[in-house]
């Protein structure tokens, strides 16, 4: 019998820089000179191994809506769980990875801004309540609120079945001095404003983590832009699993939060 090949997604990640880039993105989406700092590599060398990440489909870059020159890295966990699922399976079919468990009895606070806050946190947090069956309390704000965009209300509506018709827009100052187990910007330029959050039965503040959600609300038509907002609860929809896992690890440990999970 010919010897077992090892699957490129292993081959790949088995690179120790590689490796601990996709950590520091599977905890939120990046910059490069942040990536730089968390990992102690030159940026050339960091480039180099993003855009192997990039080109395996892996991780997605994104260019910043708060400074055009910034480009956010986005880690796609959902195929990354596919590709290691397959590669346990192919290995046996009992190390295919599990359904990740619900979250502990406690129910985690999770805090979703975005300048708006009248599509994507609103979303959010819908999502976050349904998703989790109730297990975890999740709010939105914005730091410029508007009234709920009427795509936004439509996307659950026809997506997911829920009901964004009683959402208030709130600026973030509302929950000043409020403890929450993780605090999530959909936005890059409201992360450049957010506040620190106590953490709750946490030390120190709320871990800050960050979704580069691009804006649906482009100022087009409804009927328009209807798709972007589609794709947006999409893409929540697929992150915030990830990040429900990470909130049923024993005391909140650190891990896949990026939700594709900051």
Not at 171 to 200: K, N, T, W
Request: proline residues 11%; hydrophobic residues 45%; contains cysteine.
């Amino acid at each position: 019998m010919s010897p077992l090949a090892p699957p490129a997604v292993l081959q790949l990640a088995a690179h120790p820089v590689r490796w601990r880039l996709l950590g520091e993105l599977a905890r939120s989406d990046r910059i490069v000179h942040e990536l730089t700092e968390r990992v102690g590599e030159p940026q050339n060398l960091v480039s180099y191994h993003l855009a192997k990440l990039r080109s395996a489909g892996l991780v997605e870059a994104r260019r910043s809506a708060a400074d055009r020159r910034d480009t956010y890295y986005v880690l796609d966990l959902d195929r990354v769980g596919g590709l290691l699922s397959a590669a346990g399976g192919a290995l046996h079919p009992g190390l295919r990875l599990a359904p990740p468990p619900r979250p502990a009895a406690r129910p985690a606070r999770i805090l979703f801004l975005c300048t708006g806050n009248s599509a994507r946190s609103p979303m959010a947090a819908a999502l976050a309540r349904t998703l989790s069956g109730g297990a975890v309390e999740a709010f939105s704000a914005g730091s410029a609120p508007r009234p709920l965009h009427p795509n936004a209300l439509r996307a659950l509506r026809e997506g997911y079945g829920l009901d964004l018709s009683g959402h208030a827009p709130t600026h973030l100052d509302a929950f000043a001095g409020q403890a929450f187990d993780r605090v999530i910007s959909l936005c890059d330029r409201v992360r450049e404003v957010c506040p620190e959050f106590p953490g709750a039965d946490l030390p120190g503040p709320a871990e800050p983590i960050h979704w580069s959600l691009p804006n649906p609300v482009t100022g087009e038509p409804d009927a328009a832009t209807y798709p972007l907002f589609q794709r947006a609860a999409a893409e929540l929809a697929a992150r915030i699993p990830f990040l429900l896992a990470a909130l049923a690890e024993p005391a909140h440990v650190e891990g896949a939060e990026n939700g594709r999970p900051q």
